[in-house]
């Protein structure tokens, strides 16, 4: 096995170290999948994320590993919200390198009762210059979603997202991914 699946297959599993009830998110378009694996440490509010993103039409990776705070009670189940940092390492076809940057940011998610299984989604994480390395000088992911619950441990979505990074003085953008997606996030 090499050392670029290896790494990879690794992130994916580290919530699973955490002991506690998580969850798997796949998201597929015509040319790109995303995966992430995250999970909530059990009497705490470390919310632990893991991901994957391939892009065939960039000909683009990212890989990404996060740590949010979340509310440990979950007093609010209909509003879950997490705010934190995730770290990417991504390469595209525009660049001869591999960029590094760590991203602060959270997510957000609603879920309410009355919408009968509707719910919405969104993250926002970006790095400026001083947390972007390797000749980067920003990065950003960018994800928004409508959800619908199928079962009470799966949710189907239709939703965007835009994953970038920025060079120079932030004038030149190299897209890993930007699309439209459909996909599913399954509890356990």
Do not use: C
Request: net charge negative; aromatic share 12%.
């Amino acid at each position: 096995m090499s050392i670029r699946t290896l790494v990879p297959a690794l992130l994916l599993a580290l919530p699973l170290v955490v002991q506690a009830g998580g969850s798997l998110d796949i998201s597929l378009s015509n040319e790109s999948v995303r995966l992430e694996h995250e999970a909530v440490r059990m009497g705490t509010g470390a919310h632990i994320t893991t991901g994957l993103l391939y892009s065939e039409r960039e000909e683009a990776y990212a890989v990404s590993a996060g740590f949010n705070a979340v509310d440990a009670t979950l007093a609010n189940r209909e509003l879950v919200g997490g705010v934190g940092f995730k770290a990417f390492v991504f390469d595209a076809r525009e660049i001869n390198d591999v960029g590094v940057a760590m991203a602060v940011g959270g997510f957000l998610r609603w879920q309410p009762d009355f919408m009968n299984g509707l719910g919405t989604e969104a993250n926002l994480y970006y790095a400026p210059s001083i947390l972007s390395f390797r000749d980067v000088s920003a990065f950003q992911e960018v994800i928004a979603r409508l959800t619908y619950k199928i079962l009470p441990q799966a949710r189907l979505f239709v939703g965007w997202h835009d994953v970038s990074a920025y060079y120079g003085e932030g004038t030149t953008q190299t897209t890993i991914d930007t699309t439209f997606h459909l996909g599913f996030r399954m509890n356990y």
